[in-house]
């Protein structure tokens, strides 16, 4: 019996030069490829939002999923990290004798750094993996199909809400982190190394902003961005069968941690830019 | 054929009926012409010409990867040709954008292989899905529907099957329950994409008597994908093979098994139909 799995008209063959310039080129075009495709998703994702009907309950049920499942884990790192960086802190300031900065150093450095991007990476393991893995399963096993059959939008259905709802999730996560790895601090600085109360809030109140909780809000809204559509874009393009739902969940935390500390580094720039430290 | 609905008309054309496809004809209502899809360097559809008979049990068979479930999606508009016409009731459907293929879509129900029930939804939830999605209905209408289509399609009677999710589903369970959500919004044609695979053969034949019941409860035309021969020739009205990204022949079981196309032959004789059909040629 013929098959149908005839080979197409072959690739022209390129010359040396032509060939080296592609090989070098290859790359660049991987990176723009990757940042145009999941620009696209984003896009589709978004003008999607305003389209009717519009599903509160799926959103909901996201919010719940990214932000109430992610709650334990969110304050256990919380905690701990707080705690270690007071540890971390008060050694440094102990070779100038200036514990009492502790307050501030570790405020300053959660407002800003480790309660967003902490939480991002939390979010990407937990939040996008399942995310990955929820979309791939529907891919391999025609859940999206079925749904463009009902005449939905799958990009509607499924992408618009995981998106919206991390957006909307890592501030508030963002927010008990801080709150959380303060009281780490506090509890180790003042119970374990006697650091005096007072000189403890009054640093800290000192030192921070509420401009330092807005950038680390602004920062963890935009990682809820790059995480989710790195997670959704691996998981809705899955082709194949268990094993590539695996890679993609893999590829999905991958991808959303290696994207927060990327735009990690530029947002830091920009804000910093815009609102200088005090001096 | 063992169907009283045997009484399909003789048609041996591979490239099926006569008419002009742009017109809603009252035998043929799916035509397909020319068709061509390339992925990548796989040429699967070579120039498909199909017609679909309305009412009927039409059923393409054809072994693995040889484009079957392409040309399902190409039906329903889930993929778009390269080249080449589909017409659904003499409306092309090939140049449709999103919402009209969304309007177009309401005609079709689609039964897939594995059901492609919803995980993350009960059997009521998976059913009434597309009623949820298209209209503003009460609960209680939905609920009528839901029991209803149950009652009709054998599942009323399993315990606890309503708020059962798709993995507490045997493989049976899950095609009817994947049928009902195919029909619960009364579509005109329903399409089955390898329906009898991973079933043990009685649970095969369950699923053809389901086939063939719907067709004659519900006055649907059925396209059924399958490479199973014995289900076949147990419900098919209307064979067609797809061979080579081509469809080879088309016509009754009779037709069909009485062909000499050496790529029909050893289908048909590999997997023991002929010796079950006398009119099968030697």
Partial sequence: MSTASVEGPSEPQLGVGAALIDAALTPVRGIFSYIGDHALLLGLALAALFRKPFRLRLFLEQMEFVGVGSLTIIVLVGFFSGAVSAQQAIAALRIFNQERFVGATVGLSLAQELAPVFTALMIAARAGSGMATELGSMRITEQIDALTTFAVDPVQYLITPRVVATVLMMPIMTMVFNIVGLFGAYLYAIFLEHIDLGQFIEQFTYWTDPKDYIIGAVKSAVFGVTLSVAACFQGFNVRGGAKEVGLATTQAVVAGSVSVLVSDYFLIDIFHILWPYKS | ?282
Avoid: C
Wanted: aromatic fraction near 4%; avoid cysteine; glycine fraction near 10%.
């Fill in chain 2, 1 to 282: 054929m063992n169907s009283p609905r045997a009484s399909a008309p003789a048609l041996a054309a591979p490239s099926g009926g006569q008419g002009d496809p742009t017109k809603r004809d009252e035998r043929w209502q799916i035509r397909v012409r020319g068709l061509q899809k390339t992925f990548g360097p796989q040429h699967v559809l070579r120039g498909i010409d199909l017609d679909i008979e309305r009412g009927r049990t039409n059923i393409v068979i054809g072994g693995s990867g040889q484009g079957k479930s392409v040309l399902m999606k190409h039906l329903m508009g889930l993929l778009k040709p390269d080249a080449g016409q589909i017409w659904v009731d003499g409306e092309d459907i090939v140049p449709l954008g999103t919402q009209q293929m969304g309007r177009l879509r309401r005609k079709f129900g689609m039964v897939f292989q594995y059901a492609a029930l919803f995980d993350s939804m009960n059997v009521v939830e998976n059913i009434a899905f597309p009623l949820i999605e298209r209209y503003h209905l009460s609960t209680d209408e939905i609920m009528t529907r839901v029991r209803d289509l149950l009652k009709r399609l054998d599942l009323a009677g399993v315990t606890g099957i309503e708020e059962k999710f798709p993995p507490q589903l045997s493989g049976g369970q899950r095609k009817r329950v994947g049928l009902a959500r195919a029909l619960i919004d009364r579509p005109e044609i329903l399409l089955y994409d390898e329906p009898t695979t991973g079933l043990d053969p009685v649970a095969a034949k369950n699923v053809d008597e389901m086939i063939t019941r719907t067709a004659d409860d519900f006055g649907v035309t059925s396209v059924v994908i399958s490479h199973d021969m014995a289900s076949t020739f147990r419900i098919g009205d209307r064979i067609s093979m797809l061979a080579g990204g081509k469809i080879i022949v088309s016509g009754t079981s009779e037709e069909v098994l009485a062909s000499r196309l050496p790529e029909l032959r050893e289908f048909v004789e590999t997997s023991g139909v002929a010796a079950a059909h006398p009119g099968a040629h030697p």
